[in-house]
């Protein structure tokens, strides 16, 4: 009984050490596989705590490189991203750290191809990828990531669990 004991426990023990560590943040996808060439021009609410900060956004798409600008609401600049993805170039205007890999990761997840979300986000890395034509979710064992919610044609909401926020 004592050796079948053991053998469980080292059994056991050998499976924990064999699983992939769990992802700790959203990836950053080459911008040659996301949306045709296209300049997006968008009203953005991000809403923490039941708190709205609201933003404009232009993202500029092309196959070799990506580019975002926020702006407050009085036009000043607040956020600057180019990806050509190798590099990622930011400028933060605003007097706190804003997350520009996530910003710009979380954009990707929600207007890249599901084949591009696919070829990334790999089971055996520890992701879980859920598609519809009305939600994309992402997670891993640890439970939800990452959630986009397609509104209406022109309206989405991205929901990240990680860090308890929503962007409209």
Known sequence: IFVSYILIFLSACSGLLLQEPVPDRLL???????????????????IKKGKEQQFLVVLRLEQAQLKLRAFLPTGQPLLSIDYDGQVLQKNNSASIEL??????????????????LNRYYLAEKGWQLNVTNKQRLLQTREGKVLSVDYLSVDELLVTNYLHDYQVK
């Open 99 to 116: 997350p520009s890999e996530e910003i710009l990761a979380m954009t990707q997840f929600a207007l890249w191809p599901e084949k591009s």
């Open 28 to 46: 950053l996808l080459p911008p040659s596989e996301g949306a045709v060439t296209q300049l997006l021009k968008q009203k953005v609410t991000i």
